[in-house]
T-cell receptor, first 112, second 115 residues
């Protein structure tokens, strides 16, 4: 049972444009969400997080939006750079513990 | 400052064998979580160790067991290997059971192939 879903396996964007990566979840108990970036042969690297008490969190070029009613979050990267090319994972956890549920990832390619 | 280190990086085992994977957490971290990432999937939580005890467990059979040592390093053991156990095994460390706003720090993983 996939509680966190990333329905777009891949995304290609021109350098300088906006990249929007989407994530949906089913468990209404989730209250903490993270995005990780993963390069080949490396472990995932933390990118940005948001708690359920907020609807937006911004860190430089990266902004995460949370729509609790739709159980949807998105990651915006502006402007996109070739170094952003990686697989992006969305993850969520509930207040019952520290277990994170991950989506299947979206492979982002930023074209120079 | 060393991050999370995992060993070995690659491993090939035969079905039915047993395997032990090792993890040293990032300096200053005391909690270790293990995840399994099958090909084309996201990481799936196996279990978490804190204060040398298993604190949480995901939906994995008892063939998967672990241990945490006083220096916070950890081992993941898998018995009676199945072909379906072939995956990338990721170790993640954090400070305390509940992660901060910065989530885990992941290692690069151990690629296990069962033949």
């Amino acid at each position: 049972d996939q509680q966190v879903k990333q329905n777009s396996p891949s995304l290609s964007v021109q350098e300088g444009r906006i990249s929007i990566l989407n994530c949906d979840y089913t468990n209404s108990m989730f209250d903490y969400f993270l995005w990780y970036k993963k390069y080949p042969a490396e472990g995932p690297t933390f990118l940005i997080s948001i708690s359920s008490i907020k609807d937006k969190n911004e860190d430089g070029r990266f902004t995460v939006f949370l729509n609790k009613s739709a159980k949807h979050l998105s990651l915006h990267i502006v402007p996109s750079q070739p170094g952003d090319s990686a697989v992006y994972f969305c993850a969520a956890s509930a207040n019952t513990g520290n277990q994170f549920y991950f989506g299947t990832g979206t492979s982002l390619t930023v074209i120079p | 400052d060393a991050g999370v280190t995992q060993s070995p990086t690659h491993l090939i085992k035969t079905r039915g064998q047993q395997v032990t994977l090792r993890c040293s957490p990032k300096s200053g971290h005391d909690t270790v979580s293990w995840y399994q990432q099958a090909l084309g999937q996201g990481p799936q939580f196996i279990f978490q160790y804190y204060e040398e005890e298993e604190r949480q467990r995901g939906n994995f059979p008892d063939r998967f067991s672990g241990h945490q040592f006083p220096n916070y390093s950890s081992e993941l053991n898998v018995n009676a290997l199945l072909l379906g156990d072939s995956a990338l095994y990721l170790c993640a460390s954090s400070w305390g059971i509940y992660t901060s706003n910065y989530g885990y720090t992941f290692g690069s993983g151990t690629r296990l192939t069962v033949v």
